[in-house]
């Protein structure tokens, strides 16, 4: 064994000699006759499947999914998987408590270390990317296996799958009250400020103005005005393009937010790399008050070609400066360098400014109950689209001192987050967990870009998929609804379902695939963290 004198030759392979030579065997007419010396190699080299699979003929093992071998798998080292992903980390949980009426069926587990394989303690909130660590631990669709001490014995394993890693749920705005199976509808909602005004407006000083066409071959260096001369709303407040103070602002002591929004489209077409900077300002009664900080941008050859780009403005003007007749109006400046004539630049339709105030004018308004808060577009051609007009909903919408009173005994968590929809929000009807549609795309009252199907002045949804637009009102009422939102928290992870039955916090919560040095007891990392001083 292991020991020869001399290599055992081949019946079939002969040795090639190149001595002197490189290019021309020096053997080569033994070779063609078949009389050189055969080679030291094994014949089964090239007949043992052993031997020629991996390097000749090519080998596969597949699996249908990781971690797990299952039936119809091909090529695999007996019922070993293909490829395994094992996570590194687990999580010591303090709670685990149920998520309705915000999620039926679902529960938050709250977790206060990740404990990684090589003993590394990650603290929510306080460790770097605690939050990515989270996400990547417990990823959607993927299961969780929880443990607690005194979970009850002779219980299946206590699988769940995870909902979503890092997250916790907001709710946004709703009518429902209570949770299933017992849930009614509200029939009125109201707003307030977040931070509370010791008195209130005696009226509604808010307005939307927004700009109807483009304005072509503008002066580039000099400021231009935008001209937002179309009212969506606080028309009584527009004049020409500007807005005025009314009285009763002033009377009532209020603060106004003017907020603008200019849509311009620089032309980079002319020549290969033009550069522009660009600076907002709010004037008052014809003088500048606020200037944005200019801002440049420059474009090479590969650039996308004549973007529309939204330079936003921002300017609060304290109760203590507003005088009744005040003029505001917003202008833009656009310098340009590098381009072929002036005037390349374009100021778009669906620029706008929004003028928002403090405290707040607030009214309750009546929910009728049957699709009045929000209606279909075009249930026929467009069923996964809906709209609103109703002002309160429009004139506060996006508003981020603004937010929906929460409804007292309704179950739901209070609302902490304004008024506003975005991309990814979840509208859930009648109260089921099966008629739950996601926000693909969300148009605001003045927002006029390509895709809308109504006019300006309204909330517009479309949604990922059709509504059942056949149910009847009774069955399937849009004013029935609840609109959450899934917020990135380091310690938290949403799962479906609820703890297990008899258990108490603390729980060990560990992916259902693990590196070894994480399969230990409840007990062992109970130790591990006291021994570190963290419990």
Same mark, same amino acid.
């Given at each position: 064994?292991? @020991?020869?004198?001399?290599?055992?030759?081949?019946?079939?392979?002969?040795?090639?000699?190149?001595?002197?030579?490189?290019?021309?065997? =020096?053997?080569?007419?033994?070779?063609?006759?078949?009389?050189?010396?055969?080679?030291?190699?094994?014949?089964?080299?090239? =007949?043992?499947?052993?031997?020629?699979?991996?390097?000749?003929?090519?080998?596969?093992?597949?699996?249908?999914?990781?971690?797990?071998?299952?039936?119809?798998?091909?090529?695999?080292?007996?019922?070993?998987?293909? /490829?395994?992903?094992?996570?590194?980390?687990?999580?010591?949980?303090?709670?685990?408590?149920?998520?309705?009426?915000?999620?039926?069926?679902?529960?938050?587990?709250?977790?206060?270390?990740?404990?990684?394989?090589?003993? *590394?303690?990650?603290? !929510?909130?306080?460790?770097?990317?605690?939050?990515?660590?989270?996400?990547?631990?417990?990823?959607?669709?993927?299961?969780?296996?929880?443990?607690?001490? @005194?979970?009850?014995?002779?219980? !299946? *394993?206590? %699988?769940?799958?995870?909902?979503?890693?890092?997250?916790?749920?907001? !709710?946004?705005?709703?009518?429902?009250?209570?949770?299933?199976?017992?849930?009614?509808?509200?029939?009125?909602?109201?707003?307030?400020?977040?931070?509370?005004?010791?008195?209130?407006?005696? +009226?509604?000083? =808010?307005? #939307?103005?927004?700009?109807?066409?483009?304005?072509?071959?503008?002066?580039?260096?000099?400021?231009?005005?935008?001209? *937002?001369?179309?009212?969506?709303?606080?028309?009584?407040?527009?004049?020409?393009?500007?807005? $005025?103070?009314?009285?009763?602002? $002033?009377?009532?002591?209020?603060?106004?937010?003017?907020?603008?929004?200019?849509?311009?489209?620089?032309? =980079?077409?002319?020549?290969?790399?033009?550069?522009?900077?660009?600076?907002?300002?709010?004037?008052?009664? +014809?003088?500048?008050?606020?200037?944005?900080?200019?801002?440049?941008?420059?474009?090479?050859?590969?650039?996308?070609?004549?973007?529309?780009?939204?330079?936003?403005?921002?300017?609060?003007?304290?109760?203590?400066?507003?005088?009744?007749?005040?003029?505001?109006?917003?202008?833009?400046?656009?310098?340009?360098?590098?381009?072929?004539?002036?005037?390349?630049? /374009?100021?778009?339709?669906?620029?706008?400014?929004?003028?928002?105030?403090?405290?707040?004018?607030?009214?309750?308004?009546?929910?009728?109950?049957?699709?009045?808060?929000?209606?279909? %577009?075009?249930?026929?051609? %467009?069923?996964?689209?809906? *709209?609103?007009? /109703?002002?309160?909903?429009?004139?506060?919408?996006?508003?981020?001192?603004?937010?929906?009173?929460?409804?007292?005994?309704? +179950?739901?968590?209070?609302?902490?987050?304004?008024?506003?929809?975005?991309?990814?929000?979840?509208?859930?009807?009648?109260?089921?967990?099966?008629?739950?549609?996601? $926000?693909?795309?969300?148009?605001?009252?003045? @927002?006029?870009?390509? +895709?809308?199907?109504?006019?300006?002045?309204?909330?517009?949804?479309?949604?990922?998929?059709?509504?059942?637009?056949?149910?009847?009102?009774?069955?399937?009422?849009?004013?029935?609804?609840?609109?959450?939102?899934?917020?990135? @928290?380091?310690?938290? /992870?949403?799962?479906?379902?609820?703890?297990?039955?008899?258990?108490?916090?603390?729980?060990?919560?560990?992916?259902?695939?693990?590196?070894?040095?994480?399969?230990?007891?409840?007990?062992?990392?109970?130790?591990? #963290?006291?021994?570190?001083?963290?419990?």
């Amino acid at each position: 064994m292991n @020991d020869i004198n001399e290599n055992r030759l081949s019946t079939i392979f002969e040795e090639v000699e190149y001595y002197p030579g490189i290019t021309t065997p =020096t053997n080569f007419d033994l070779i063609i006759s078949g009389s050189a010396l055969k080679a030291s190699v094994q014949d089964s080299n090239y =007949t043992s499947k052993r031997v020629i699979n991996p390097r000749y003929n090519g080998v596969k093992s597949t699996s249908q999914v990781l971690n797990q071998w299952t039936p119809g798998d091909t090529g695999t080292y007996g019922k070993t998987p293909t /490829v395994e992903s094992l996570k590194t980390a687990v999580a010591y949980c303090d709670w685990i408590g149920g998520w309705p009426p915000e999620r039926e069926n679902a529960s938050a587990i709250h977790i206060q270390y990740l404990i990684k394989s090589d003993g *590394t303690i990650i603290i !929510p909130d306080v460790s770097e990317f605690s939050l990515s660590e989270n996400k990547g631990t417990f990823e959607s669709g993927e299961r969780i296996i929880i443990s607690s001490k @005194d979970t009850s014995l002779g219980q !299946p *394993t206590q %699988y769940r799958n995870i909902i979503r890693g890092g997250s916790r749920i907001e !709710p946004i705005l709703y009518t429902q009250f209570g949770q299933a199976p017992n849930v009614s509808w509200n029939t009125s909602m109201s707003f307030s400020n977040f931070i509370p005004a010791p008195l209130s407006a005696s +009226g509604d000083y =808010t307005a #939307l103005f927004s700009q109807n066409g483009d304005v072509f071959h503008l002066a580039s260096n000099n400021f231009s005005t935008v001209p *937002t001369d179309v009212s969506i709303y606080g028309a009584s407040y527009l004049s020409g393009t500007n807005y $005025v103070v009314p009285a009763g602002a $002033v009377q009532d002591g209020v603060s106004l937010t003017f907020e603008g929004k200019v849509k311009i489209q620089l032309n =980079t077409g002319l020549l290969s790399n033009p550069t522009y900077t660009i600076v907002l300002r709010l004037l008052k009664n +014809g003088s500048p008050i606020y200037e944005t900080p200019a801002q440049s941008l420059s474009f090479g050859p590969n650039s996308t070609p004549n973007p529309i780009i939204t330079f936003p403005l921002l300017y609060t003007a304290p109760a203590s400066s507003l005088v009744a007749g005040d003029v505001y109006g917003i202008q833009a400046q656009v310098n340009e360098n590098n381009v072929l004539f002036v005037g390349s630049f /374009v100021i778009k339709g669906g620029s706008s400014l929004k003028v928002i105030q403090y405290p707040l004018y607030f009214n309750n308004f009546v929910n009728p109950g049957v699709n009045s808060i929000w209606q279909y %577009y075009d249930s026929s051609s %467009y069923p996964y689209v809906i *709209t609103s007009s /109703v002002p309160e909903l429009v004139q506060l919408y996006g508003d981020p001192e603004a937010k929906m009173n929460d409804i007292a005994g309704s +179950g739901f968590n209070p609302i902490t987050l304004p008024w506003s929809i975005k991309y990814g929000d979840e509208f859930r009807f009648e109260g089921r967990e099966d008629l739950v549609y996601q $926000v693909g795309k969300i148009f605001a009252p003045e @927002d006029s870009s390509s +895709g809308r199907l109504t006019q300006t002045g309204s909330i517009e949804v479309h949604f990922n998929y059709n509504l059942p637009i056949s149910a009847s009102s009774s069955a399937f009422n849009l004013d029935h609804f609840l609109i959450r939102r899934y917020v990135d @928290d380091p310690a938290q /992870v949403i799962m479906e379902g609820f703890r297990p039955i008899s258990s108490s916090g603390p729980y060990i919560v560990r992916p259902e695939y693990i590196v070894p040095e994480l399969d230990k007891s409840v007990d062992q990392f109970i130790l591990d #963290l006291t021994q570190k001083g963290l419990l």
